[in-house]
């Protein structure tokens, strides 16, 4: 049986409707569960053409450029934009789609203009050579392994020293405690002297007290300074005497 089978479609708030353009067998169920077997027969009048057909089908509502790379396919054929011109652009399209790209192989190497600017740049950064490297290298290694060297042999020889030094930070510790301890006896023997002066029970806070406690410590002071001159002055004698 000879028919005209199309299928409708809604594009852009029109129906359209696409005829077959090639003949087929379709296998429809019947109500019997039976395989039936139709031979539809198409015809080309008023036909859409293959680029309406492909707009119609395209459901993702991407453009042709994404399109293509979902499938795998060449983006573009012929560039769009301005960086497709480019060399890089170019060099990236055929090493991902090959002869199919259209683009010619010999952009995949370096121009002599490239390679002068590469060789260029590489003496600039690079000034040195590898063994200059390499050796460059080895020299800061063994600076650094010097270095950690003579730390740890510091440090083996601090730990040594530490229980001396340990001692060293008590009896300073102690000696300090000895001269406050010695200080404050000192300072508690003027007050007492300063209240058999007067006689009475005196306040420490009044003023005679204050000046009394400020005259003694005046002269303690002298008479430390003149014990200290009449030992400096025995020494230098004894001095004179034993080179005598």
């Known amino acids: 049986m000879s028919v005209i089978a199309c299928r409708g479609f809604n594009f852009a708030n029109q129906v359209s409707k696409i005829p077959f353009i090639r003949c087929f067998l379709i296998r429809s169920m019947s109500t019997n569960n039976e395989i039936q077997e139709i031979e539809v027969v198409s015809t080309e009048e008023n036909a859409l053409s293959e680029k309406e057909i492909e707009q119609i089908c395209n459901k993702s509502r991407l453009s042709n450029g994404h399109r293509n790379l979902v499938n795998g396919r060449l983006p573009y054929n012929v560039p769009v934009h301005r960086f497709h011109n480019t060399v890089k652009f170019k060099r990236r399209m055929y090493g991902r789609y090959g002869d199919s790209s259209n683009v010619y192989p010999g952009l995949a190497w370096p121009t002599s203009e490239d390679l002068e600017d590469q060789l260029e740049y590489e003496r600039v950064a690079y000034p040195m050579t ?20 003579m730390r740890q042999k510091k440090i083996d020889e601090n730990m040594k020293k530490l229980n001396s030094w340990l001692k060293e930070v008590k009896e300073k510790k102690e000696k300090k405690i000895y001269e406050a301890q010695i200080i404050k006896e000192k300072k508690e023997k003027l007050i007492e002297e300063v209240k058999k002066h007067f006689g009475y029970k005196i306040d420490p806070k009044d ?24 030992l400096r002055e025995e020494k230098y004698i004894n001095t004179l005497k034993s080179n005598e």
Do not use: C, G, P, S
Request: charged share 55%; proline share 0%.
């Open 130 to 149: 590898i063994q200059e490297m390499q050796n460059n290298a080895l020299t800061r290694l063994d600076k650094e392994y010097q270095e950690i060297h």
């Open 207 to 230: 003023d005679r007290f204050k000046e009394m406690l400020v005259k003694r410590e005046k002269e303690e002071k002298k008479k430390v300074k003149e014990e200290k001159k009449k």
